[in-house]
């Protein structure tokens, strides 16, 4: 039952997180608003716009983490013990350690994003996706020593897990140094999605199967449909980026015309006047073209 959880729970996270980051990207695509800096509504004032720069994802991180790791702790029986006392002494529960590492980084990651938008006088995006890349390295080491203890259906399934998280660790470093970039923001947000759903698919997969009866490791037709469900994860959430983006988009021109009136109306606020640098420049362009009227005057028959 614990593992269950421990699979399903934190992919269901990972997707409903995906999906906000998706609504997000796509406002900031139709509007043409900053990935990193998002603009809030001109009528959102006071408490309003407060309540508007809260980091929500950061709460649900520490939040969802934090329930995770008092669950995991109290899934075992006499407590989550790092050694036995036998002589020699040898490690005690090695899979729900990890667990319990991976709940705690996602803790820590929630309080860095909260503390990086609302407790530090400024933002710091680098910290923040600085971060969260040493959590993702740290996630993958994990991944791949938590699969060397299996075999067969299993191995495979958490074989393709490895690989999202390998891609979105390869996207996140990118990041490091395009963090604006709106094709890596895609990305990310698309192998979020595909790391939720699969997770939770891995739950159902190695611990409550549909049919009642356990996958057989040594049948390959099992293993075969274990890499067909991955691709079948892909283009549904490939799917539901794009339907966000279309319903966001369907909105935004037929529901929302008075958007597009107010837009341009911010435009002033963006223009600076010209500076004393722009004006010397342009003295001197106006007597250079005196000077060769005048040159041009005086060669005239």
Same mark, same amino acid.
């Given at each position: ?18 999906? #906000? ?40 991180? !520490? ?34 350690? @990890? ?13 860095? $994003? ?7 006088? @400024? ?51 990118? @990041? ?15 192998? !979020? ?6 997770? !939770? ?11 009642? #009866? ?20 892909? !283009? ?15 909105? #935004? ?37 005196? $000077? ?10």
């Amino acid at each position: 039952m614990g593992t269950f959880i421990g699979h399903v729970y934190p992919g269901l996270f990972l997707f409903l997180y995906g999906l #906000y980051q998706a609504v997000v990207i796509s406002k900031a695509i139709i509007f043409s608003d900053s990935l990193l800096y998002p603009s809030s509504s001109p009528r959102n004032k006071g408490r309003c716009a407060r309540l508007w720069k809260i980091s929500y994802g950061g709460l649900l991180k !520490m939040a969802t983490g934090s329930l995770l790791t008092v669950y995991e702790v109290s899934c075992i029986k006499g407590g989550l013990i790092l050694m036995n006392r036998e002589l020699p002494p040898r490690f005690m529960y090695p899979k729900e350690w @990890q667990h319990l590492t991976m709940f705690i980084l996602l803790t820590l990651n929630g309080c860095v $994003d909260f503390m990086s938008k609302n407790v530090l006088p @400024q933002r710091c995006v680098g910290l923040e996706k600085g971060t969260l890349v040493l959590i993702i390295y740290q996630l993958l080491l994990l991944m791949v020593s938590h699969a060397k203890d299996s075999e067969g259906v299993e191995l495979h399934v958490h074989s393709l897990l490895i690989l999202v998280v390998f891609l979105l660790l390869l996207v996140l470093t990118a @990041q490091l140094w395009a963090p604006n970039m709106c094709h890596l923001q895609l990305m990310e947000t698309f192998l !979020m999605l595909m790391m939720g759903s699969w997770l !939770m698919q891995a739950g159902f997969i190695l611990y409550r199967p549909v049919s009642g #009866y356990p996958w057989q490791d040594d049948d390959i037709s099992d293993i075969m449909f274990v890499t067909t469900f991955f691709c079948w994860h892909v !283009m549904i959430d490939a799917s539901f980026l794009l339907g966000i983006y279309g319903f966001s988009s369907f909105w #935004y021109h037929c529901y929302s015309p008075s958007l597009k009136l107010t837009g341009p109306k911010e435009a002033p606020y963006y223009a600076s006047t010209p500076g004393p640098l722009y004006k010397l420049l342009q003295e001197v362009e106006q007597s250079e073209k005196e $000077d060769q009227a005048l040159l041009l005057a005086k060669c005239s028959p």
